[in-house]
């Protein structure tokens, strides 16, 4: 069947119009708007279809040669990894359709028929920039692989180097797949839910360092003395190794309970004039040089207008939101409900002694009414959520309060349509988006949102 790419879908497929034939859209991946594709009808749903490109008939203006070896091509008779799937994009045309996907999602999903859509800021660093990684492990034919998964399965295309992770990252992996090899680990089944190795995490900072962690499924580790010498006289750049318990038969990648095995239990990482603790299960945005563009956005936003006199920053992590926010506010406040993010977020306003912040442990929902009465009339909130969004009341709590600006940080177009909306409704306008680049060769797109009072009748 031979299709036209008339756009790109959130997620990053595209959107193909086969010629000469009615029926539904079909969702396209590693296609470039603009393409003529012959293309192969995998999957059919009641309102739309699900293809692959046999071959790119004349590509589209933004098509490129992708960089990475694992990437999709005609040509590859296995799978490609899942991983970067707009390598096929030149970096301008990247940057041009994440604008595009912003403003199609406000429409189909906020509502928002004309909505002010800045242009998308670039990241500074479009290769190499990652500063965390989850690398699922496996096993193929007797060999221990470990890799990244193909699109839409949870099938490992093995690796042996990646040009978007850094390269103490990639080295570190395939020492500990050499080592899972030789001292004949046993790798982890998501079938049966046996075996012990799971995940390999991995966290590099500005001077190169690393903090490890592997994930097992029990608190058991063979020949642990041997592996810690092992990694540590050929890494001398690890500063920490640790181990996280998954026992569960599950997705989720970490487990509840963490154990030290070697060295330092966080990592020291620098973005913009700040220094931040961070332990190896906390959040903390993956490219550095871009989350300091996106916090700088976010500040020119808070600080329009005039100094608030309070902002609440929710779901604040390690800090790193709250202590940017204390440059532009008298007072900080920050909300978040992992204890040890929050303990690491003390400690980070002590390492740069700013004492107009303080941290509050618990659900965003269930704090807000305890700080309610500190709220001053011209307050901000400022917000970063995880993929899912505000929680349901948050909306309509945020109404109740005297707050003139919201400023809300996205990593997830959808949710943030749908809690833009909300928003609406509770009483504040939207009145401008600055998209941020910070997932360079992939359609993931980061979102600053600014939120106003509307005047009230």
């Known amino acids: 069947m031979t299709a036209l790419i008339k756009g790109l879908a959130t997620e990053g497929p595209g959107l193909a119009i086969p010629e000469g034939k ?9 296609a470039a708007a603009g393409d003529r594709v012959q293309i192969e009808i995998t999957e059919f749903k009641k309102n739309f279809a699900r293809g692959k490109i046999l071959k790119v008939l004349s590509p589209g203006p933004g098509r490129i040669e992708p960089a990475c070896s694992l990437h999709f091509s005609e040509s590859r008779k296995t799978e490609a990894c899942g991983g970067c799937n ?14 595009n996907l912003v403003i199609d999602t406000l429409k189909k999903i906020g509502g928002f028929q004309n909505p002010h859509i800045k242009e998308t800021l670039p990241s500074p660093q479009n290769w190499k920039y990652r500063n965390k990684v989850q690398i699922p492990f496996g096993k193929r034919e007797g060999k221990v692989i470990c890799g990244f998964y193909a699109a839409g399965t949870h099938h490992i295309v093995d690796f042996s180097d990646c040009p ?20 004949n680990w046993p790798i982890y089944d998501e079938s049966s839910g046996g075996g012990w190795l799971r995940h390999l995490l991995i966290r590099s900072n500005y001077e190169g360092k690393a ?7 029990t608190d058991y580790f063979p020949k642990l003395r041997e592996v810690l010498d092992s990694l540590t006289r050929e890494f001398p750049q690890i ?13 989720v990648i970490l487990g509840p309970k963490w154990k030290k095995l070697w060295g330092q239990e966080s990592i020291i990482e620098k973005i913009g004039p700040f220094l931040f603790k961070v332990s190896a299960g906390s959040f903390l945005q993956v490219n550095t040089p871009a989350a300091e563009v996106l916090y700088r956005a976010a500040m020119n936003a808070l600080s329009e207008g005039g100094r608030p006199p309070l902002i609440l920053d929710l779901y604040c992590g390690v800090g790193t939101t ?11 406040i920050g909300v978040e409900e992992n204890p040890q993010a929050v303990k690491d977020a003390w400690e980070n306003a002590r390492l740069n002694k700013i004492n107009r912040v303080r941290f509050l442990a ?7 009414p305890r700080i309610a009465r500190q709220m001053k009339e011209g307050s901000s909130v400022l917000c970063d959520p995880p993929r899912t969004g505000l929680a349901p009341h948050i909306p309509k709590a945020l109404g109740r309060l005297p707050i003139g600006k919201i400023v ?34 992939t359609a993931h797109v980061e979102s600053v949102g600014i939120f106003e009072r509307k005047p009230r009748s």
Do not use: M
């Not at 009615?22 to 590693?30: A, D, L, Y």
């Not at 709250?322 to 900080?332: C, G, I, N, Q, Y």
């Open 211 to 217: 903090l490890v962690a592997l994930i097992t499924r």
């Open 362 to 368: 618990g659900r965003a929902e269930a704090v807000l």
């Open 164 to 183: 978007v992770q850094s390269e103490i990252s990639v080295r570190i992996a395939l020492r500990v797949k050499a080592l899972a090899q030789e001292e």
């Open 322 to 332: 709250s202590l940017w926010a204390s440059k532009v506010s008298e007072r900080v």
């Open 22 to 30: 009615t029926g539904p859209v079909v969702f396209v991946p590693f």
């Open 86 to 99: 707009w390598q096929h994009l030149d970096y301008a045309q990247q940057l041009i359709e994440k604008r």
């Open 239 to 251: 500063v920490g190794i640790h181990q996280n318990i998954q026992p569960l038969k599950t997705s």
């Open 408 to 441: 809300y940080i996205s990593c997830d177009l959808g949710t943030f349509s749908r809690d833009a909306a909300l928003l609406s409704r509770e009483g504040f306008s939207l009145r401008s988006v600055q998209p941020v680049d910070l997932f360079p060769q």
